[in-house]
C-alpha cells in the first residue's frame, strides 16, 4: 500500500494550518492547550512565504484552524493569496465571535466553506466547550446558510455526545449544513487530563455502524464524513469510506505523505494532531519554518521515515497479526499513539474490537488463528 500511495503522489495535498492558538474558549478535548497565542507565532511575511511554498508543492486544499483562526487579524489575507495560487481554503471556527463581518471576509477572500465545531446538543455540547456557545454556533450555521454560503460542522464524539448523534445529524441536516465531520475525542492535549469523557475501544462496535447507517440515510440532504480515526474494515469499510473514487476503503495514515500540518510558530508536522513539543513529545517533528524552507523539509527523505518507509515488522499488538496490517498500518497514528504510545498499535479499531468480541456478524469473513490468537485476554 505505501507502494501504492507512492504511485498516487506523495505531496502535501492536504495541510492543516494552526495560524494562532489565541482563542475564547478553554475546551476540555482541546488536543493543542489552545487559549493564549503563542509567543512568537509567524509574522505576515513568514505565513505570506508558507503559503507560496504550499503552492509550489501542488498543495489541494488548506484549512485554517488554530487556537481560534478568525482571532488572527489576515486569516483572510492568508486565505485570499492562497485562493489565487489555485488552493482551494476552508476554515474551522468555533463560531463564538462569528459575524456578519467574519463572513463577508471569508467570501470576499475566496473561501471554499466554513466549518463550526459542534459537539453535542446544547448541554453537552456547552459543558466541554463554554456555556452560551451552543446557540452562538447554531447562529453561525444559519447566518452562513441563509447568505448561501457553504456551512459544515465537525464533531468530536465523547460520553456525552455519543447517544446524540443521530438527533445532532437531523439537527444539522434540517439547517442546511452541506457537511459533517466525526471524529474521536482523543487523549491528547486537554483531554488527558479529562479521560472520563472519552469514549472506550468497544464503543466502537455501535458507533461505526452509526455513522455508516447516517452516511447513508442522509445522502443527498448532508454529506456525512468519518474522520480517519474511524473504522477500518469489517462489513460498513466500504459504507465509510466509499465516495465514488476507485479506492473505497482505508489505505492507512498519510501523514508526511499527503498530509502536512503547520503550528503557529512555524513547527511541521506530518499531521497537526500528532503531538509535538507542546505535549512533551517530539518525535513527529519535522522540524521549523523559521529554520528550513517547506520545501526541503518536505523532500528529506528522513523527515517523515517513521510513516513514508513503513515496513510490516513495525506493527505492534493486534495489528501485527491483523489480515489488513499492510493496507491498514495501524490506523490513525494520532490516536494509536495517543492510547498506547505506539503508532502501529491501534485499539480503537473497528475490526479489532469486532474479532475480540466475537462479533462475526461484524465481518466479511471468519477471523484468523493469528488473529484469534493476537486478542487481548
Known amino acids: 500500500m505505501i507502494e501504492l500511495l507512492r504511485r498516487l503522489g506523495c505531496y502535501p495535498r492536504f495541510c492543516v494550518w494552526e495560524l494562532t492558538l489565541a482563542c475564547e474558549m478553554r475546551c476540555l478535548h482541546c488536543g493543542s492547550f489552545a487559549g493564549s497565542p503563542r509567543k512568537d507565532e509567524l509574522s505576515w511575511d513568514e505565513l505570506a512565504s508558507v503559503a507560496d511554498q504550499l503552492a509550489d508543492l501542488r498543495c489541494e486544499k488548506v484549512t485554517l484552524g488554530g487556537g ?15 485562493s489565487a495560487r489555485g488552493v482551494r481554503v476552508n476554515l474551522i471556527s468555533n463560531g463564538w465571535g462569528w459575524s456578519p463581518e467574519h463572513l463577508a471576509r471569508a467570501r470576499d477572500a475566496g473561501l471554499t466553506n466554513v466549518a463550526f465545531s459542534l459537539d453535542g446538543l446544547e448541554d453537552a455540547h456547552d459543558a466541554v466547550r463554554r456555556p452560551g456557545s451552543f446557540r452562538r454556533v447554531i447562529a453561525a450555521i444559519d447566518g452562513c446558510a441563509a447568505a448561501r454560503f457553504p ?35 482523543i487523549p491528547s492535549g486537554s483531554l488527558r487530563d479529562n479521560r472520563d469523557l472519552v469514549i472506550q475501544p468497544e464503543d466502537m462496535l455501535r458507533l461505526v455502524p452509526l455513522v455508516a447507517d447516517l452516511r447513508t440515510s442522509l445522502r443527498g440532504r448532508m454529506e456525512v464524513c468519518p474522520a480517519d480515526n474511524i473504522g477500518y474494515f469489517g462489513r460498513y469499510e466500504k459504507a465509510l469510506r466509499d465516495r465514488g ?50 520545501v526541503d523539509i518536505w523532500n528529506d ?42 503508532r502501529f498499535d491501534n485499539p480503537y479499531c473497528f475490526y479489532r474490537q469486532a474479532v475480540g468480541h466475537g462479533r462475526r456478524d461484524l465481518l466479511d469473513e471468519p477471523p484468523t488463528d493469528a488473529e484469534l490468537a493476537a486478542v487481548p485476554r
Open 301 to 342: 527523505p528522513e523527515t517523515f521515515a517513521w510513516n513514508r518507509e513503513f515496513g510490516t515488522d513495525q506493527l505492534g499488538g493486534f495489528c501485527a497479526a491483523c489480515r489488513y496490517g499492510d493496507v491498514c498500518r495501524g490506523g490513525c497514528a494520532w490516536t494509536a499513539w495517543s492510547h498506547t504510545s505506539d
Open 245 to 294: 473514487a476507485e479506492i473505497s476503503f482505508w489505505i492507512g495514515c498519510r501523514a508526511g505523505m499527503q498530509v502536512i500540518g503547520i503550528e503557529s510558530d512555524g513547527g511541521v508536522k506530518g499531521c497537526l494532531s500528532l503531538p509535538s513539543a507542546r505535549h512533551g513529545a517530539d518525535r513527529f517533528s519535522a522540524g521549523n519554518l523559521r529554520h528550513r524552507s517547506l
Open 151 to 185: 456551512v459544515s460542522a465537525v464533531t468530536h464524539v465523547n460520553r456525552r455526545n455519543a447517544e446524540q448523534l443521530r438527533d445532532l445529524a437531523d439537527l444539522l441536516a434540517s439547517r442546511r449544513v452541506s457537511s459533517w465531520q466525526v471524529q474521536l475525542g
Open 68 to 82: 481560534e483562526p478568525t482571532m488572527h487579524p489576515r486569516w483572510d489575507d492568508l486565505g485570499r493569496r492562497l
